[in-house]
């Protein structure tokens, strides 16, 4: 039985390895529009936003090919939800508080040859609440996905005809 396993890892630890990489770059976490935590200090929300953007970025990235590189600057950014100030700080999340990300990005092939590229580009999903939610209740599960639909529509179908 245990042989069996590590032959199914072996198998699929090809696919699992990552190909692409991805460098973001964080502006002034200041001069974002909404990135207020509701009960935790200002400077360990905006690290846990960044590594959790990050590591989403970072798992897109790896399903391009290897040697290719994306570079994401976010501009500006403005959570899903809104925080209320009062004696119990929470972020309400209401269909009127949808996600909206304002982002630089180029993609660079092996050779350093820019495959896609947009300058202020601004994402939203102002529907967010309409779609129905797959998997577990993550943290800023509206806002990766916002990223994830962007990266799907716009990226990997130009990475996929650029590469074949």
């Known amino acids: 039985m245990k042989l069996f396993k590590y032959a ?3 198998l699929f630890m090809p696919m699992m390895a990552s190909a692409g990489e991805a460098k973001v770059t964080w502006l002034d976490f200041k001069e974002y529009r909404d990135v207020f935590p509701a009960k935790e200090t200002r400077g360990g929300y905006h690290k846990r ?3 959790q953007f990050d590591a989403h970025l970072s798992k897109l990235a790896s399903e391009m090919p290897e040697g290719y590189t994306l570079a994401l600057t976010f501009e ?4 899903a939800g809104d925080v209320r ?5 929470i972020r309400i999340i209401k269909p009127i ?4 990300l304002k982002i630089a990005y180029n993609v660079t092939d092996k050779a350093g040859n820019v495959i896609v590229e947009s300058q202020s580009k601004v994402l939203k999903d102002m529907g967010f609440m309409d779609r ?3 998997g577990r209740d993550t943290e800023f599960y509206y806002d990766k996905r916002l990223l994830s639909d962007w990266f799907e529509d716009e990226v990997a179908p130009v990475i996929t005809s650029k590469s074949k």
Request: proline residues 5%; charged residues 25%.
């Open 8 to 10: 199914i890892v072996a």
């Open 76 to 79: 500006d950014v403005d959570l």
């Open 132 to 134: 129905i939610k797959f």
């Open 97 to 100: 508080y949808f996600p909206r």
């Open 49 to 51: 936003i960044a590594k």
């Open 85 to 89: 100030f009062n004696m119990n700080d």
